[in-house]
C-alpha cells in the first residue's frame, strides 16, 4: 500500500467532508480500482472507507455543536435529512447519544489522521460483535471506553458487557507483550487482566490486519490524577508500582531492552522543539552528568506506561495494572518518574502547581520503600523527569492530534527546569 496516496485520499475526506464525497471518485484519485481501493483503506484504517467518512463527520459536526452552532444547521451542512437521522447514526457509531456525548465534554476539535505518524486502524462497533463469535459472547453489548481522568476514548479498546475488554492493535509485539506479562502478573499473585482463549483455542484472532483479543475486565476504578495530591495516596502508587518490579524482575526475556539516555541524548534533543525549552548549553551539560550517571542505574522489566488510568483500584489490597502493550526492558527509575510526571499532566491547569512536588516526592519515597532506591537513582531521578519530557515534547511537537497535549508539555517542562533543584530527592 502506498501510504502517500492512502494519506491523500484521507486528506481530501477531511477537506470536503460537506461535501458529496463518492468511494469511486476517491478510488479514482488514489489510482486504484474500486475494489482493490475498498481492500488497501480497510488495511490503513480499519474500517470501510464509506463508514470512515460518516464518522468524520459526525465528529466534526458534533465538535462545531457544541461550539456554539444550531444543531439543525450543522446536521444539514453535513449531509444529514433530519436530526432524527444524525441522532440514530451516532448513536449507532459511538454507543451514546449526541447530547451524552456533549455533557461528558468528550467532543474535541477532529484532528486530522496522519498515516505517517500513528496506527489508525479501527474496529467499528458492529464488526467488534461480529468478532465476539470467536469468544462466543456476540450478544453481549459493545460499548467505548474513556479514560475518567481526561474524558478522551480509547482508540485500541472495547468494553463488552460489564466483564470483558476486547482489545485490538496493528503491532503483534505489543499484542504478545500485554498478553505474555498479563500471565505473568497473574501467576505472580497481582491482579491482571489475562487474556480469553477464543473457542479455538487462540490467544488472539487476525482481522484486517489487526490483532484481536479479549481480556477480563478489572473491577475498580481508575486511579484520579487528583487524588495524587494527597500524601498517602501519591505514597500508595509509589509502593505499588514497587511491587508491580518485583513481580516484572525475573520477565526481562519477554522484552526487548531498550536505551532510555540513547533516546534522550541520540533523538530527543535533537528535536527544535526541546532546544526551543532547554538551550544548547543545558543539553551539553545533561548529556554529560546524566550520561556518568546512566549506566550504574538498575534495569529491568518495566510497565512503561503507569500513568493513573492505567491504575485500577478497589482498596489498598486490591489493585492492578492495564495496557502493557509499551512494557519493556530499562531503567526502572523510569517508571515512578513517569508515574508523577503523568499525575502533573493531567493536573497541570487545575491545581496550584507548587503542591505537585509533593507528590513527586511521596511517589518516590513510597517506591523507595518497597523497591530501595540506590544513591545514583537519587542523583539521576531529576535527569529522568526532564529526559521523559524532552521524549514527549519531541513526540508530540508537529502533530496536529496532539497540538493540545503538546502545548500542556511545553509549558510543564518550562516549569521543570526552572525549578529543578525541588527534583531532588529528599
Known amino acids: ?59 466534526h459536526a458534533v465538535w462545531e455543536i457544541r461550539s456554539g452552532k444550531r444543531r439543525i444547521d450543522v446536521i444539514l451542512e453535513y449531509g444529514f435529512d433530519t436530526y432524527a437521522g444524525f441522532y440514530r447514526a451516532f448513536r449507532s457509531a459511538f454507543s451514546c447519544t449526541p447530547s451524552q456525548y456533549l455533557k461528558m465534554n468528550r467532543a474535541k476539535r477532529p484532528y486530522r489522521l496522519d498515516l505517517s505518524k500513528e496506527e489508525v486502524m479501527h474496529l467499528s462497533h458492529k464488526m467488534a460483535k461480529e468478532l465476539l463469535k470467536h469468544w462466543q459472547m456476540e450478544k453481549e453489548p459493545v460499548q467505548d471506553i474513556f479514560y475518567e481522568n481526561t474524558g478522551n476514548r480509547n482508540e485500541n479498546a472495547y468494553y463488552v458487557g460489564d466483564n470483558y475488554v476486547l482489545k485490538f492493535s496493528g503491532n503483534l509485539g505489543k499484542v504478545r507483550s500485554n498478553i505474555d506479562l498479563a500471565a505473568a502478573m497473574k501467576e505472580a ?42 500524601p498517602e495516596t501519591a505514597a500508595f502508587i509509589g509502593e505499588i508500582i514497587g511491587v508491580l518490579h518485583k513481580s516484572m524482575k525475573e520477565k526481562d526475556a519477554l522484552l526487548e531492552e531498550k536505551d532510555f539516555y540513547g533516546t534522550v541524548c541520540g ?149 521543570l527546569k526552572e525549578n529543578m533543584a525541588q527534583l531532588q530527592i529528599k
Open 267 to 415: 533523538w530527543a534533543m535533537e528535536s527544535q522543539a526541546v532546544k526551543d525549552v532547554f538551550g544548547e548549553e543545558f543539553l551539553a551539560g545533561m548529556k554529560k552528568d546524566f550520561g556518568m550517571l546512566y549506566q550504574t542505574l538498575p534495569r529491568q522489566c518495566i510497565h512503561r506506561d503507569p500513568n493513573p488510568g492505567n491504575i485500577i483500584v478497589q482498596d489498598a489490597e486490591n489493585w492492578g495494572f492495564i495496557d502493557f502493550e509499551l512494557s519493556e526492558k530499562n531503567i526502572r527509575l523510569y517508571d515512578p518518574c513517569y508515574a508523577a510526571t503523568a499525575v502533573l499532566s493531567e493536573t497541570f491547569e487545575t491545581i496550584q502547581r507548587e503542591n505537585w512536588f509533593g507528590v513527586y516526592q511521596n511517589i518516590l519515597a513510597g517506591y523507595d520503600r518497597v523497591a530501595h532506591l540506590t544513591k545514583e537513582e537519587k542523583k539521576a531521578a531529576p535527569y529522568v523527569v526532564l529526559g521523559n519530557q524532552m521524549i514527549c515534547l519531541a513526540f508530540f511537537s508537529g502533530n496536529e492530534k496532539f497540538a493540545q497535549v503538546y502545548e500542556t508539555n511545553r509549558l510543564m517542562t518550562k516549569w
Open 1 to 59: 500500500m502506498d501510504k502517500k496516496q492512502m494519506q491523500m485520499v484521507i486528506d481530501y475526506i477531511e477537506d470536503y467532508l460537506k461535501t458529496d464525497i463518492q468511494a469511486e471518485e476517491l478510488a479514482c484519485m488514489a489510482g486504484y480500482s474500486v475494489f482493490h481501493f475498498y481492500r488497501l483503506f480497510m488495511m490503513a484504517t480499519g474500517m470501510p472507507v464509506m463508514q470512515y467518512v460518516q464518522r468524520r463527520r459526525m465528529l
Open 189 to 230: 499473585g497481582l491482579n491482571a487482566a489475562v487474556a480469553i482463549r477464543t473457542r479455538d483455542g487462540e490467544e488472539y484472532i487476525q482481522h484486517a490486519g489487526l490483532y484481536v483479543y479479549l481480556t477480563r475486565r478489572l473491577k475498580g476504578r481508575q486511579m484520579n490524577a487528583l487524588a495524587a495530591y494527597q
